[in-house]
């Protein structure tokens, strides 16, 4: 099956720095990858959608200068958090859309990473 | 807008039992449906994917079926075991859009 990889899988922060996570679909190509935010409990929430090439699209509520999204790639997206404070720690996912069925799975399906553990101190 | 509601919340059953877990959408032009399981801490284990043209999946001792006329999934787990215990998320798929997940049910396998 299609394989999705991120980058850190963990890591710690202290408030005010920035940190970057990368999304990688491994043996496809992604030309629509989702980033998702889970906290403690709760179920996952949609922060943005980002298209090969293109700006990201944002779900309300989620600042997009804060949560910078990069998808210079078929294959790599980047989410960046800016100026991160502890209100941020929280686990994020990554998924990436497999359109055409390439990787083997069923069309459209989509293939989540194993996730990103943010805690700022 | 799309909302996905998943009941029971929370569910304990002792080993053996046959068990249910519900999901109902509102909005019923889906592309597809997807069963997850999350370990604690952990990312996402796709169970099963049942494509809207399809009336159920079947993987093991898992059962899932779609009635989308309804909005409604059933995920079926037979012969529970403590293994099984878990959160199990479902979400939906509506073309052009990222999935919608509902809050899900954290299930409980006693032995």
């Known amino acids: 099956g299609a394989v999705v990889s991120q980058h850190p899988s963990w890591v710690i922060c202290k408030s005010g720095t920035s940190v970057k996570i990368e999304c990688r679909s491994l043996?496809?190509?992604?030309?629509?990858m989702f980033w998702y935010r889970q906290f403690p409990k709760q179920s996952l929430m949609l922060m943005a959608t980002?298209?090969?090439?293109?700006?990201?699209?944002?779900e309300q509520g989620v600042e997009k200068d804060k949560f910078l999204i990069n998808h210079a790639s078929l294959t790599l997206s980047t989410l960046t958090v800016t100026s991160a404070h502890p209100e941020d720690s929280s686990f994020y996912i990554c998924?990436?859309?497999?359109?055409?069925?390439?990787?083997?799975?069923?069309?459209?399906?989509?293939?989540f990473g194993p996730g990103t553990r943010l805690t700022v101190l | 807008k799309q909302e996905v509601t998943q009941i029971p919340a929370a569910l304990s059953v002792p080993e053996g039992e046959n068990l249910v877990l519900n999901c109902s959408f509102t909005?019923?032009?889906?592309?597809?449906l997807q069963w997850f399981r999350q370990d604690p801490g952990k990312g996402l284990t796709s169970l099963l994917l049942?494509?809207?043209?399809?009336r159920e999946q079947t993987s093991g001792r898992l059962n899932a079926s779609l009635d989308k006329s309804s909005g409604r999934s059933t995920l079926y787990i037979a012969a529970s075991q403590p293994g099984d215990s878990a959160t199990y998320l479902c979400?939906?798929?509506?073309?052009?859009?990222?999935?919608?997940f509902g809050k899900g049910t954290t299930l409980s396998v006693s032995s």
């Open positions: 998924s990436a859309r497999d359109w055409g069925g390439t990787s083997g799975g069923a069309p459209n399906e989509q293939f």
């Open positions: 043996d496809f190509q992604a030309t629509t």
């Open positions: 980002s298209n090969e090439g293109s700006k990201a699209t944002y």
């Open positions: 909005d019923s032009a889906i592309y597809n």
């Open positions: 049942i494509q809207s043209s399809q």
């Open positions: 979400a939906v798929n509506q073309a052009g859009t990222a999935l919608i």
